[in-house]
């Protein structure tokens, strides 16, 4: 299978719990093995694809939702375990573009408090040289072409339910942005400039 589980050694989180993460975990791993179920299928029906042009049609929908939410996930899990302080260079530049990182911040909070379920992300527009904070739905839904995603906010309930009810999902914004490892997400902001 083309596609394996990415190990995360998460430490002790504040406000989120062991139990939070280990739910969110199982969720993660079927993304995984749905990417690998739906890459051999598509395989298995490309093979007479004017017969099973209904079925490829749906599945191929289907694989955007699924990889999405991997990608997503591993880059979300990836970037838990630190302090939540921003320095260095990004922290510089996205004081630069919204005037202050607390500007920044107050933004891409308020997306996260945005009604329905999905993704807030902060994107790098390479060309221009930009940031973008995105609002993506379900996980494949807004996407900007082509903007590689520095960080990734899961809001759907399940990351959440567990540690807080609907009601209190800023209360779970501010947890998140509290163990945040900004040195892991600088590096992929250092990678895609090059
Ligand atoms: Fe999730």
Known sequence: MPYTEQVFNLPELHG?????????????????KNVNAITAKLAELMGDSEKNALSLAELKRRF??????MRLHELYFEAL??????VGSLADALAKQWGSLE???????AIGMMRGIGWVLLTF??????????WVSDHELG?????????????????????????EKGNYVTAYMKNLNWSKIEERYTQVQK
């Open 125 to 134: 527009d390479v060309k221009s040289q930009t940031f973008h904070n995105v």
């Open 16 to 32: 989120l719990s062991t139990k939070q993460i280990e739910v969110h975990l199982k969720l993660y791993a079927g993304y995984v």
């Open 64 to 69: 955007g939702f699924e990889f999405n939410g």
């Open 103 to 109: 500007a920044w911040h107050n933004e891409f909070h």
């Open 143 to 167: 996407h900007l072409a082509g903007l590689p995603v520095l960080m990734a906010m899961d809001m759907w309930e399940h990351a959440f339910m567990v540690d807080y009810v609907p009601a």
């Open 81 to 86: 375990g630190g302090d939540g302080q921003i």
